[in-house]
């Protein structure tokens, strides 16, 4: 049966007790929707800005937690890091048995699959743990717990992301968090796809979603990008793509700590220090 924002209680999440010691997965089973090519968004900065930590991992761990009803997008991530690191081994952890089952068969030198969930039963410490549309499912509450677990579980120079997407990857937003704290927000778009750049508000991770409101930096962030979209309307004969570099361009200019620089931006790509959007109030 699949539950949908049932909390996890403390002992779970504390990792010290109960399923984790007793062998139980941590965690609930969540819907699992997914599609081919989903994740091509978060995968291309994995392959991008954040190759090195796979490049000089000692060991190539990387977990895909939390695959869905179909391994497709585990298979995939096998495939795009393996260009990376040839020596890669991707492990598709889901806590529903038969989806894990359903995936065996396509297991081979490099990918497996296994039952676990947010303990990450896997042997060593992963240098990558990509969670997408999996927290979404959970309470707030819950984030900093199951954050803090997942951390726990790196390795050295390790990296977590936690995301959200639509259903065919077109607007995508993730949290990148290393074995201390989180480290930023990202949010990747396909150009067509919205209105205004806010309307990636509607897939915020969930430790942000109910944060955009008015007093909140997440909510004056997605203002000022809207506010920069905006101020690079002079652009938008050259395209979309010229506006949202300008954008780009005019939220650091007025002090937001925007990352990375114009070869990501032209790939509707936006980087900001977590610091800037964690919640709490608001202002660069």
């Known amino acids: 049966m699949v539950q949908k924002a049932e909390r996890v209680d403390a002992p779970q999440l504390s990792g010290r007790t109960s399923a984790a010691a007793k062998g139980r997965p941590v965690g609930n089973v969540t819907r699992g929707t997914t599609n081919p090519n989903r994740m091509r968004r978060v995968d291309r900065w994995l392959t991008g800005p954040q190759a090195w930590r796979l490049r000089s991992a000692a060991d190539p761990l990387v977990v895909d937690l939390g695959y869905g009803a179909t391994p497709a997008t585990a298979v995939e991530l096998y495939e795009r890091l393996a260009v990376i690191r040839p020596d890669v081994r991707v492990c598709g952890i889901e806590i529903e048995p038969d989806r894990v089952r359903a995936a065996l068969p396509l297991q081979r030198p490099g990918l497996t699959f296994q039952v676990g969930g947010f303990e990450l039963p896997v042997a060593g410490r992963p240098v990558l743990v990509r969670a ?80 955009n409101v008015p007093g909140e930096r997440v909510h004056a962030f997605m203002q000022a990008m809207d506010k920069a979209w905006f101020g690079s309307a002079p652009l938008a004969s050259f395209g979309n793509r010229q506006r949202w570099v300008g954008m780009c361009r005019g939220l650091r200019d007025a002090g937001w700590p925007v990352q990375d620089g114009p070869g990501r931006w032209r790939l509707g790509e936006l980087t900001v220090d977590w610091d800037a959007v964690a919640p709490g109030h608001h202002g660069p």
């Open 132 to 211: 997408f549309n999996v927290l979404r499912q959970y309470e707030e509450a819950d984030v900093p717990g199951i954050w803090r677990l997942v951390q726990d579980r790196l390795s050295p120079g390790g990296l977590f992301v936690d995301g959200t997407c639509d259903e065919i990857g077109r607007r995508v937003t993730w949290v990148a968090l290393d074995r201390e704290r989180p480290l930023s927000l990202g949010i990747s778009v396909r150009f067509g796809s919205f209105g205004l750049p806010s309307d990636v508000s509607e897939r915020l991770p969930k430790a942000l979603i109910h944060r």
